[in-house]
């Protein structure tokens, strides 16, 4: 089975702190990797995809990929209230166009 | 507007009467898939397709039916749905053939069966 893990948190940081999020992956040939940002209630929006190994950044966020670990972390620097959110890791498997996400770390960010 | 439509938004039904929530995306995107939500357990692939005519299962198909008649519509069938098929669903839109695609999501169908 393959499996996207994530720790559920809550991951509790002040504001203006950078939070850390991570995520480990089990398909070894998975390409393509996700963070997802979901408010409660509403449907997740895309924040960040990454597919080559290293860092990618786009704003104050910044997702960083290690293959050979299989592991995607995403930080967000300058955090703010409205960060407050859940962040789904997903993985576009090899071979197929099945997704799997992992099951969300939230995270409050303290005003 | 490009987006993701879902009805009905909130539905609440009895064990073993069919139903069936609709998915429609005005963006030409080939890629839809169903995905499930449930506390604990996160976003769950239910069936996906990658174009007219061409479906196929994703993690937890068990319960459910599809059908891509049309591109833009992807219908999720509950044939005989069943008190464990009380979720929040949502339907996606990509378009595929680029490794690193982004899905747009529908708002959501919150779903209670009795």
């Known amino acids: 089975q393959k499996e996207v893990e994530q720790n559920s948190g809550p991951l509790s940081v002040p504001e203006g702190a950078i939070a850390s999020l991570n995520c480990t992956y089990s398909d070894r040939g998975s390409q393509s990797f996700f963070w997802y940002r979901q408010y409660s209630g509403k449907s997740p929006e895309l924040i960040m995809f990454?597919?080559?190994?290293g860092d990618k950044e786009d704003g104050r966020f910044t997702a960083q990929l290690n293959k050979a670990s299989q592991y995607v972390s995403l930080l967000i620097r300058d955090s703010q209230p409205s960060d407050s959110a859940t962040y789904l890791c997903?993985?576009?498997?090899?071979?197929?166009?099945?997704?799997?996400f992992g099951t969300g770390t939230r995270l409050k960010v303290l005003a | 507007e490009a987006q993701v439509t879902q009805n009905p938004r909130y539905l609440i039904t009895v064990t073993g009467k069919k139903l069936t929530v609709t998915c429609s995306q005005n963006?030409?995107?080939?890629?839809m898939s169903w995905y499930r939500q449930d506390p604990g357990l996160g976003l769950r692939q239910i069936y996906y397709?990658?174009?007219?005519?061409?479906?196929d299962k994703g993690d937890v198909p068990e319960g459910y039916k599809v059908s891509r008649k049309e591109k833009r519509n992807f219908p999720l069938i509950l044939e005989s749905p069943s008190p464990n098929q009380t979720s929040l669903y949502f339907c996606?839109?990509?378009?595929?053939?680029?490794?690193?695609?982004?899905?747009?999501f529908g708002p959501g169908t919150r779903l209670t069966v009795l």
């Open positions: 963006m030409n995107h080939e890629y």
């Open positions: 397709s990658m174009n007219v005519e061409v479906t």
């Open positions: 996606a839109s990509s378009l595929p053939g680029h490794k690193y695609n982004e899905q747009f």
């Open positions: 990454i597919y080559s190994n």
């Open positions: 997903a993985a576009l498997t090899s071979g197929t166009y099945k997704y799997i």
